[in-house]
């Protein structure tokens, strides 16, 4: 974070471990879902999925099949795979918890459009965040998989639906490679990271550290 959040255009979010506890929502539904095919399996899905996190759940489970199983999925069972996930998921992120203090940031940065862009399923996404009474936040959109971060980013920026300066608040590696390939600031949220190495990552990368996004009130 370079500058005075009154600054920035607008504040994109990340959601899973920024905005919804919801980081071991998704590490549990992906074992949940490769159980069937063996412990081994699940479990190497999901140390797969923690070291990866931001990536959508499309290029996991292509990962799952190719790499882990050494397999082609017969017809369908792809798609029962990624059913079966998002059956696990949205039940979880209906019931996790919500940032505090989000109101109170968005009416502290009132100048600024909000954004979610997610690795997360987009349709489900906007189902929760409906549901939960939080799209009204997000005048900017709600976005997600199946386009990967890099590919959304770089269309608003292209349509001029995001402007620079901007500020993106998430928890991984990849949060923080994709934004600043397209020249937002970035703040590291470590609350409820999954990043295993995170506290190596950002001082080596010297990123600015928050615990919860409402730490960003005041500055």
């Not at 009204?136 to 199946?146: A, K, M, Q, V």
Request: charged share 25%; glycine share 8%.
């Amino acid at each position: 974070m370079q500058r005075k959040l009154s600054e920035y255009q607008a504040l994109v979010f990340d959601c899973d471990g920024v905005l919804l506890d919801s980081n071991r929502v998704k590490t549990d539904s992906f074992y949940e879902a490769a159980l069937p095919y063996g412990a081994g399996p699940a479990q190497a899905i999901k140390d797969y999925h923690q070291s990866r996190g931001g990536i959508s759940r499309y290029k996991k489970f292509e990962y799952f099949f190719t790499d882990i199983l050494q397999t082609v999925p017969a017809a369908g069972e792809m798609e029962k795979v990624l059913q079966d996930y998002a059956n696990y998921v949205h039940q979880g992120l209906m019931e996790c918890a919500i940032t505090p203090q989000l109101e109170e940031l968005r009416e502290y940065s009132r100048q600024s459009k909000w954004l979610v862009i997610s690795g997360g399923d987009q349709q489900e996404l906007r189902e929760v965040f409906a549901a939960r009474n939080l799209s009204r936040l997000f005048e900017g959109g709600i976005f997600g998989s199946p386009d990967s971060k890099d590919e959304i980013l770089a269309r608003l920026i292209a349509s001029g639906e995001l402007t620079l300066p901007s500020l993106f608040v998430g928890d991984s590696r990849y949060d923080h490679q994709a934004s600043t390939r397209v020249g937002l600031d970035f703040v590291f949220a470590d609350g409820w990271t999954e990043f295993p190495d995170w506290k190596n990552y950002t001082q080596t990368h010297e990123i600015q550290i928050i615990t919860r996004v409402a730490d960003l009130i005041g500055k």
